[in-house]
């Protein structure tokens, strides 16, 4: 397993950094991921050796390059957390789904890869991992613990690849009321699947003892792999 960073072009000839981590012996299945606030911190590098090792040339971009370049915040921390949400929240929508398909485009094109590209993503990610399945038609999306799916459901109708929703029970940044217009707005969706865990916000993030959840993690993850075979 190899792995280093690289330098993707956006559409105005802008370049911007991501990490990509491959297996070294055959072509394989991409998979893009998205941080928990889309930054560029060493978790995500982890989590992309963890799928790279499981035989996908994983990819984790750098999506705050237009403000601030490589921002790493610390989610155990609040300062940090708080930084990471304001720097979230003024991310320009259709710029930074136009930057993911930048992405998509490089890495399709890697000698490594088989043609097959997949998106995945944790939290604020999750919620573009949800529309770049509804607007930029990869071959796989896995969202995990997406905090504002419920304010997009009219982008459902759009996503035609196999979807998986991660979700915690106790997720106090996703109320029952949301969970539930989600499912029923996606409920005749059929390639779309919804899985619930006795666990919180965050659960699969081992960075954070005090959120992670080891049992529903190794579940999410099974299913997840599971989805991404299909690819091989």
Not at 140 to 160: F, P, S, V
Not at 207 to 216: S, V
């Amino acid at each position: 397993m190899l792995g280093k960073i690289i330098q993707i072009f956006s559409k105005r000839g802008d370049g911007f950094s991501a990490y990509l981590a491959h297996p070294l012996a055959r072509k394989c299945p991409a998979i893009v991921l998205l941080s928990d606030l889309v930054v560029l911190d060493p978790w995500i590098k982890k989590t992309a050796d963890i799928f790279a090792k499981n035989g996908y040339l994983a990819c984790a971009p750098d999506l705050y390059w237009h403000s601030r370049s490589a921002f790493v915040a610390d989610k155990t921390k609040e300062v940090g957390y708080l930084q990471g949400v304001n720097s979230y929240s003024k991310l320009d929508q259709d710029t930074t789904l136009g930057d993911i398909e930048c992405v998509f485009n490089t890495i399709k094109s890697h000698s490594g890869c088989n043609g097959k590209i997949a998106i995945l993503g944790f939290s604020e990610g999750g919620t573009l991992s949800f529309l770049t399945a509804a607007r930029l038609n990869p071959d796989a999306a896995i969202a995990y613990y997406a905090t504002h799916i419920h304010d997009h459901l009219q982008e459902g109708k759009h996503i035609n690849c196999q979807t998986i929703l991660h979700m915690g029970k106790n997720d106090h940044y996703i109320t029952k009321e949301n969970t539930q217009k989600i499912h029923a707005a996606l409920i005749g969706k059929f390639n779309i699947a919804i899985y619930q865990y006795q666990a919180g916000h965050g659960f699969a993030n081992s960075k954070n003892l005090e959120i992670f959840n080891p049992e529903a993690r190794a579940l999410s993850f099974q299913r997840t792999f599971d989805l991404l075979d299909s690819l091989k």
